[in-house]
């Protein structure tokens, strides 16, 4: 069983800047697919971007030049810089991961194993 923890949201001004991490239980953490996805109110949850065991990466279109994913496997983390925040970014951010070893990074839910219980982020115009 894995165990994700959410930190790092918050109110932030149109413009500004987040970075949100994902903490992880296990052993085997370096193995694992790491996705974040958003749920906006009133829509459906959506990929934001993703890494893999190798460091490769995806990216939603939506988020391209202005989010950076990145891991730390020595401290079972995975990160979400969040550049340039508009108000359309608000929503609750998940992290979810799947242990494979892989150079495919899944897009869908239903593709990741474990979930994170989300944290919410909140942009002023």
Partial sequence: QVQLVESGGG?????????????????????????WFRQAPGKEREFVAGINWNGKIYYADSVKGQFTISRDNALNTVYLQMNSLKPEDTAVYYCAAVPVYTNYIPRMEYEYDYWGQGTQVTVSS
């Fill in 11 to 35: 109110l932030v001004q149109a413009g500004g800047s987040l970075r949100l991490s994902c903490a992880a239980s296990g052993r085997t953490f370096r193995s694992y697919v790491m996705g």
